[in-house]
């Protein structure tokens, strides 16, 4: 594995080219509204033609600046970052955008992915006599382009995606330019908009273009470098895609719904995925309930497609976020009503369906089973929007090793029973990828099928084997 204590991370970027705007404020709200791909840290490097200057700090978008820590990133060019959340991980080395003096200028790097081959590309570099600071693959990644082959950025972006292999959308910034870069795979979003005031976005999902005056144009193509600068975007390299391989678990609950994948809303994609759920799993139920909030646009389409009425049965904290003061062990037996309110006036004497977008270690959802039952339900049938989570992510999506995996370890009645549940079905995988409304060939279903597009490099046997 990778020496970093966590074998993948997940990731906001964001980056912008507006002459006339104040740079570093546009991206601030552009990284809060993709404060759900990552909350450990965030950063922001702005140019102003001549030099880059940059700020970032553990925690979340809203609580790492405020108007001092924006007032010095003065330009017009810009990018921003956002990480996930691990405790082990939690470290500032590993916080982006990472920058960096070159032989051509300042360098910043923002990356949301997972190198496959961060190990050799990591010992090169040392055998080299880079030094690296931190254990994370965007740092190589930084480090490649600043001292790797070519003469211009062109240049050394085009060679870095040919020895590059894994997932990452990145942002680059130089002192003059914005790029965006996305790995032949698609593995992770990445598009391009416009602000209606003049200038150029770029961010991992399009939800971020609209709260800040902007509109999605188009999607970064994989393998596609898109360079921007103050006279536009210009496609500079689209390399061969060996297979487009974009990651499934985006569609089924890391991006948010109000974001456009392929010209349709995932909130519709999700929806179409509860009907399917509901066609290949039905339930004898009186209420349909979703897990707050992934869950919630698969529950709708489970309720149309059935016919069962679909209400609101527990109540997430909007707050809950990130909190660095731990339960003690009185509330960790209390355990999820930390983050949730069960609705008695909805659950009294129903029998309930309850839709999860997924069931990764299985530690939610048997306390929101109990939950329910507490305030009334007299069964709890569990249908969940994805088929059984088998196999790590090695391409970017924090999932957890093998023994963690709730489905690894057991089948699905032994699932069922553990959480104590009623029952249990899943969405099938074809009836997954025929609701996500593209060929099977076009999805990374590794999570799934423990089937990779890419070579996985370096696996710690131990907690990877598969069985
Ligand atoms: P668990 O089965 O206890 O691991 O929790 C799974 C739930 O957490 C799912 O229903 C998702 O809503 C959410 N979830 C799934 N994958 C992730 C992830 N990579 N990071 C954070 N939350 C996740």
Redesign the pocket.
């Known amino acids: 594995m990778y020496e970093d204590d966590k074998p993948t991370h ?1 990731c906001g970027v964001f980056g912008m080219v507006a002459p006339e705007a104040d740079v570093a404020r546009l991206t601030f709200f552009g990284l809060y509204a993709l404060q759900h791909r990552g909350q450990e840290s965030s950063g922001i490097a702005v140019s102003n033609g001549r030099a880059i200057r940059a700020y970032k700090e553990m925690g979340l978008v809203s609580q790492v600046f405020n108007e001092e820590k924006l007032r010095p990133l003065v330009g017009h060019l810009a990018i921003g970052h956002t990480r996930y959340s691990t405790t082990g991980s939690s470290k500032l080395e590993n916080a982006q955008p990472f920058v960096v003096e070159s032989a051509l200028g300042p360098l910043a790097v923002g990356h949301n992915g997972n190198l496959t081959n961060a190990t050799s590309l990591r010992r090169e570099l040392l055998n080299r006599g880079v030094g690296l600071t931190g254990t994370s693959d965007s740092e190589v990644i930084t480090q490649m382009l600043a001292g790797g082959e070519g003469r211009t950025w062109d240049e050394k972006l085009k060679v870095f995606m040919v020895r590059a292999q894994g997932a990452y959308s990145l942002t680059v910034l130089t002192r003059d330019t914005l790029y965006a870069v996305r790995d032949p795979w698609g593995l992770h979003p990445l598009c391009l908009g416009q602000l209606n005031g003049g200038g150029w976005v770029v961010a991992s999902e399009s939800c971020a273009f609209g709260p800040i005056g902007g509109h999605l144009v188009r999607s970064v193509e994989p393998g596609e470098i898109v360079a921007i600068n103050e006279d536009g975007p210009r496609t500079l390299a689209l390399m061969p895609a060996p297979r487009i391989a974009e990651c499934l678990f985006e569609y089924i ?2 991006a948010r719904p109000d974001s456009q994948f392929h010209g349709t809303t995932l909130h519709a994609i999700r929806v179409a995925q509860g009907r399917q759920l509901a066609r290949e799993a039905p339930a004898a139920a009186d209420v349909v309930i979703p ?1 707050p909030d ?2 919630t646009p698969a529950a709708i389409g489970y309720a149309q497609e059935s016919g069962i009425p679909y209400s609101e049965g527990l109540i997430k904290n909007r707050y809950i976020g990130r909190t660095f003061i731990q339960p003690d062990d009185h509330l960790r037996k209390v355990g999820i009503s930390l983050k949730f309110n069960a609705l008695p006036d909805n659950l009294n004497g129903r029998r309930v369906v309850l839709i ?10 048997g306390p929101i089973v109990r939950l329910l039952r507490e305030a009334g339900a007299s069964e709890v049938h569990i249908r969940v929007s994805s088929p059984p989570i088998k196999h790590p992510c090695f391409l970017g ?4 090793t093998y023994p963690e995996l ?1 489905a690894y370890r057991l089948s699905t009645p032994e699932i069922c029973a553990f959480l104590g549940a009623d029952s249990l079905a899943y969405l099938s995988l074809d009836g997954l990828i025929q609701a996500s409304r593209r060929d099977s060939d076009h999805f990374c279903r590794g999570c799934f099928i423990g089937q990779y597009p890419v070579e996985i490099e370096g696996v710690d046997k131990e907690v990877f084997e598969l069985r």
Do not use: L
């Not at 999860?356 to 959802?365: L, Q």
């Not at 999506?397 to 957890?400: E, F, G, N, S």
């Open positions: 997940e609950y890391f897990v992934s869950a999860d977008d997924s069931i990764v270690r299985g530690n939610t959802s999506v924090d999932m957890a709730i």
